[in-house]
């Protein structure tokens, strides 16, 4: 069984920041992606960024220049350094990775942790 354990979210000013962390754990042997979604109210879940195994970065165009997304492979776990964080960045963030574990490869995400971003 594996598990994601989100943490940081919560209440931040406009112009404030923020650094959300996910650590994997249980039977895994190889992590390849891990990442971070969103989804605000009545809005689709998209995509923030994500960080291949071996570093390579990927960001929504909402996300560069502002968020920076990192990965500790010893620890299994990722993060997002959100800055210069705006109202429309107010979302349910969900981290996600694919990975091959004791059972195989899958997909798995996380309970998702809230962002507000308001004065």
């Known amino acids: 069984q594996v598990q994601l354990a989100e943490s940081g979210g919560g209440l931040v000013q406009p112009g404030g920041s923020l650094r959300l962390s996910c650590a994997a754990s249980?039977?895994?042997?190889?992590?390849?992606?891990m990442g971070w979604y969103r989804q605000a109210p009545g809005k689709q879940r998209e995509l923030v960024a994500d960080?291949?195994?071996?570093?390579?970065?990927n960001y929504a165009d909402s996300a560069k220049g502002r968020f920076i997304i990192s990965r500790d492979n010893a620890k299994n776990t990722v993060y997002l350094q959100m800055n210069s964080l705006e109202p429309t960045d107010t979302a349910v963030y969900y981290c996600?990775?694919?990975?091959?574990?004791?059972?195989?490869?899958?997909?798995?995400w996380g309970q998702g942790t809230q962002v507000t971003v308001s004065s």
């Open positions: 960080i291949s195994s071996d570093g390579t970065t």
């Open positions: 249980g039977r895994i042997y190889t992590i390849y992606v």
């Open positions: 996600v990775t694919d990975l091959l574990a004791g059972h195989g490869h899958g997909r798995y």
